[in-house]
Every structure is written in C-alpha cells, then in structure tokens.
C-alpha cells in the first residue's frame, strides 16, 4: 500500500507545472494570508483570549491546503493516493464555535487559491473578507443588547423552586431561560441552571444578594465569560 502511494506521489506530472520557485512563492503567500487571518481572528475573538493553538492553526493550514492541491496537480492517481494516505490520520476535536468553523473554511479557501495558482484571487479575498470581519466585529453585528450569562443557583430540597426567583429575575434581567436541574449532595440540594441576558448597567452584586436572601445563602454562580458551549 505505502509503496503504491509513494510511487503515485513521486511519479512525473508534464501537465504539473510543479517547480520549486512556484512551491516557495506559493508558500510565502499562503503563509502571509494565514498569519494575516489569524490576526484578524485574535482581534475579532468574541473573548479576546483566543488559544494559542487555534490562531497557530490559521496560520499553518492554507500552506498545508496549498502544499497538498501543488502535489495533486491535475493526477488522479495522486488524489485517491493522497485520500489513502490521509485515512491512517484522525483528527479528533470538539465542535467548535461557528465563527471558528468559518474561519477553518477561510484559511482552506486560501490555500486553495495559492495551490491551484490563483495567487491574486486569493490575495484579493483574503483582504476583503478579513476587512468585513473586522467591520462587522466593530459595529458589533448580531450582537444581542444585554450580555449573555450563565448563572446556577444551589437550594434546598424543600424549597419549591418554580416561580420563587422570578420577580428578581426580571428584575436584573431582560430574559432568563431555565437550562437544567440537577440534584446535588446526595439529593439533598437541587442546583438550579439559567441562561440570562443582564440589562444595561446591571448591578451584580445587588443581584446575587437578592438571591442569596432566597436559596438560603447556598452557593451562587454567575459566569460572566462563559462560552456557547457552556450554555
């Protein structure tokens, strides 16, 4: 199998016009717009605390897209070799953030381009789609009006918990959505889990006295960073 493979990568392409100056001026491009992606990712990261590895990535992956679809070319046999090869190989990873996909798709997109020879096209879309990304991160686009927050309140197992914080619920919050109930201490406490959107201005601590008063003094949590998946 690997020596098929090899053969298959290795054996000459005339309708390839692969060369080394080609491979090095595609690489510099591809790397240049992959590091000039990642920036605008780092600035435009809804928690301006990306990871590291993620914005390594946005760099790296339009090279590797342009390296694979240069040693492809027009070949076939190159293709279904370089799908072979790429089975033995799983990546694993959580679903990430759809902003984070779209960033995936971008970087491929690019290298894409720079693979294929289309340096200029890529070029051109990665200025402009890396500008409307960070104007639409500037104007703040389909940004909610409140900060979403994950709160989790821990009561009692006699305390009825339907309706007992509502009012100081609409009090501080311009919506809330009970996510989850859960039993805590071998059912002796309930742990109660809300997605809120605070209004403007909202006074936190006011907020978890009020409900401290409530539940008994239990534990309460409020993440204010908390990610999509959290909710």
Do not use: W
């Not at 821990?154 to 918990?161: M, Q």
């Amino acid at each position: 199998m690997f020596d098929s493979i090899i053969s298959a990568l290795t054996a000459t392409d005339d309708s390839t016009d692969f060369t080394v100056g080609k491979l090095l001026m595609s690489l510099a491009v591809a790397l240049a717009l992959g590091l000039l992606i990642s920036l605008v990712y780092m600035k435009t990261h809804k928690t301006k605390t990306p990871t590291q590895s993620f914005s390594l990535t946005l760099v790296l992956l339009p090279a590797i897209i342009t390296i694979i679809i240069m040693l492809v070319g027009n070949s076939v046999a190159r293709a279904f070799s370089l799908a072979g090869a790429f089975q033995i190989v799983r990546f694993r990873s959580a679903p990430g953030d759809p902003k984070d996909i779209a960033y995936v798709l971008f970087t491929m997109a690019v290298g894409l381009c720079c693979g294929m020879g289309f340096i200029l096209y890529g070029v051109i879309a990665a200025v402009i789609l890396c500008g409307v990304m960070a104007l639409l991160e500037a104007a703040k686009f389909g940004k909610g009006k409140g900060e979403r927050k994950l709160l989790k309140i821990t009561i009692p197992e006699n305390l009825d918990y339907s309706g007992t914080f509502d009012d100081i619920l609409n009090k501080y919050t311009s919506s809330c959505i009970r996510k989850k109930v859960r039993t805590a201490d071998l059912g002796s406490l309930f742990e109660l889990q809300y997605v809120i959107t605070a209004k403007p201005n909202m006074d936190e601590k006011a907020f978890i006295d009020e409900l401290r008063c409530r539940n008994g003094n239990l534990n309460i949590t409020l993440v204010l960073d908390a990610q999509d998946g959290d909710f």
